[in-house]
């Protein structure tokens, strides 16, 4: 029962470098989300799927892509990588019931230097 | 829009004191609300919810309850325990469907002292 998996853990990234965080699920869940996390200021939503070949914007993408091929695999593309980007990075799915919990990735530490 | 505000930390606790981190809201329509919580080096896992006006959801000992009148949701235990040392988030839903999201507060870092 591995859940929602999230690869690397950890990445150091140059500015101006490219890199794909790696999100996936086992649980046949439709909905998928990326979440970054800045310390002193909770979760803001980057993107969002509600099923595969569908993705929307959520409060913070600029600066950031993301696919959804498959109902398992949500990765999430820096092009350009920015110091502004240094987060914790954390994936989550859910069923898609109302009002059911969200299964989080133990999430992706990325510094851009 | 919507949003969530909770008390700031950090919090210092002994084991076995009483616990409450506050929480207030601010949403359009009638959202649930939750409280997840976050161990040193994990993602986050969801303690407790309620889904109306005047529900109470409880878990391991944490309770909270849905107050509509006062538009919060505080978070309490009776008497906390050293392995309770964690990140605390409230937050709440937005319309179900497709729009469903979830807006979380900043967190609220607990630690427990034995």
């Known amino acids: 029962n591995a859940g929602v998996t999230q690869t690397p853990k950890f990445r150091i990234l140059k500015i101006g470098q490219s890199m794909t965080l790696q999100c996936a699920q086992d649980?046949?869940?439709?909905?998928m989300y990326w979440y970054r996390q800045d310390p002193g200021m909770g979760l803001k939503l980057i993107y969002y799927s509600v099923g595969a070949g569908i993705t929307d914007k959520g409060e913070v993408p600029n600066g950031y892509n993301v696919s959804r091929s498959t109902t398992e695999d949500f990765p999430l593309r820096l092009e350009l990588a920015a110091p502004s980007q240094t987060s914790v990075y954390f994936c989550a799915s859910r069923p898609g019931t109302v009002n059911e919990k969200l299964f989080f990735g133990s999430g992706t530490q990325l510094s851009v230097l | 829009g919507n949003s969530v505000t909770q008390m700031e930390g950090p919090v210092t606790l002994s084991e076995e004191a009483f616990l409450t981190i506050n929480c207030t809201y601010t949403a359009t329509g009638y959202p649930s609300l939750f409280w997840y919580v976050q161990y040193p080096g994990e993602g986050l896992q969801l303690l407790l919810k309620?889904?109306?006006?005047?529900d109470k959801g409880s878990n391991k000992g944490f309770e909270a309850t849905y107050r509509k009148e006062t538009t919060s949701f505080h978070l309490e235990k009776g008497s906390v325990q050293v392995s309770d040392s964690a990140v605390y988030f409230c937050a709440l839903s937005s319309s179900g469907g497709s729009n469903y999201k979830l807006t979380f507060g900043k967190g609220t870092l607990l630690t427990v002292n034995p």
């Open positions: 649980m046949n869940h439709n909905y």
């Open positions: 309620a889904t109306k006006a005047d």
